[in-house]
């Protein structure tokens, strides 16, 4: 029997209308996050339904970030925003107040149960005399999967409220990326066992929560905040800690990468690395988180293992 390629054409078109029609589309192009970790476990929460739209893309930072005439769009007609909190993107503040934006901003640092860490200050992590330490708390609170697991639940909860339709499908995903946090931390767990307890120096403090999370402890940072150079006070107190804790690494920033580093470890034994806490580097998407996180750890032992 010959292949009619017209009838098939028409019946798949026909059926791809069909999928059309009935695909759940209600928050497919109306949910904002704020940078693309946060953006990850959205896009987890919303697989099958639509992927928000991420403010913070690339290799951009959050510190210093300026909006786009299309994130301000995508602000406008939000139905859900999501951020960490104003600490993180204090570049959302004015926006979110001048488009009215307030009841639809989901908040995750307030999310029920999250470790909620203050900012470290004292010796290597002790504010620059051209700067200091803000904030109540330390605003990276996505960096320890304990966190996630409790924000995926903040997400799934908001989502469900401005598209009820797909409630059963946030909540299967919210389900599956909970599971596979836990699994993600048991993998964490085993690639860090053997450096644990070998010092190391951040070129921001980025990293408690991923520390606090996994048992690991940076002995200090390079600078208080991103774009606030260290004074030569905090470059010596550096230095002194490399050589009194015998720090092994000394990691830079994808965003960041400076010669800073290579002129704290001047004279010292310490090796260089590169830890990426956005996942700048790393395609949009649900298992951008999960490669973060797994990034982080990998860099660490990798560096922390030589010699």
Not at 69 to 86: E, H, K, N, T, Y
Not at 157 to 184: G, Q, S
Not at 293 to 300: D, K, Q, S, T, V
Request: charged share 20%.
């Amino acid at each position: 029997m010959a292949f009619n390629h017209g009838f098939f054409s028409a019946v798949f078109g026909a059926a791809i209308g069909v999928m059309v029609m009935v695909l759940p589309v209600a928050a497919a192009s109306n949910v904002v996050a704020s940078i693309k970790p946060i953006g990850s476990l959205v896009a987890a929460v919303m697989d099958g339904v639509g992927r928000p739209h991420i403010l913070v893309g690339g290799n951009g930072s959050p510190h210093g970030y300026s909006l786009k005439p299309s994130d301000a769009a995508a602000l406008q007609r939000a139905d859900v925003i999501f951020r960490v909190g104003p600490d993180l993107e204090n570049f959302l503040i004015a926006p979110l107040e001048s488009f009215s934006a307030a009841d639809r901003v989901t908040t995750l640092e307030d999310s029920p149960g999250l470790v909620l860490l203050p900012p470290r200050i004292g010796g290597a992590f002790e504010a620059d005399d051209d700067g200091d330490q803000s904030g109540a708390i330390d605003p990276h609170i996505w960096l320890d999967p304990a966190n996630a697991r409790i924000m995926v639940g903040t997400i799934a909860d908001a989502l469900v409220r401005i598209d009820p339709d797909n409630e059963a499908v946030y909540r299967a995903n919210a389900a599956e990326t909970d599971t596979a946090l836990m699994a993600l931390t048991a993998e964490i767990e085993g690639i860090l066992a053997p450096v644990r307890g070998k010092p190391f120096v951040v070129f921001h403090d980025a990293y408690q929560y991923f520390e606090h999370g996994f048992d690991i402890e940076a002995a200090g940072s390079i600078v208080v905040e991103p774009g606030t150079p260290p004074g030569a006070k905090r470059l010596a107190a550096i230095r002194d800690a490399l050589t009194r804790l015998k720090a092994a690494c000394v990691f830079a920033e994808p965003e960041f990468r400076s010669a800073l580093v290579d002129t704290v470890i001047e004279g010292s034994s310490a090796r260089t690395g590169v830890l990426d806490p956005l996942g700048s580097e790393l395609a949009d998407g649900p298992d951008l988180y999960f490669a973060l996180i797994r990034n982080l750890a990998e860099g660490l032992a990798d560096c922390l293992a030589e010699g």
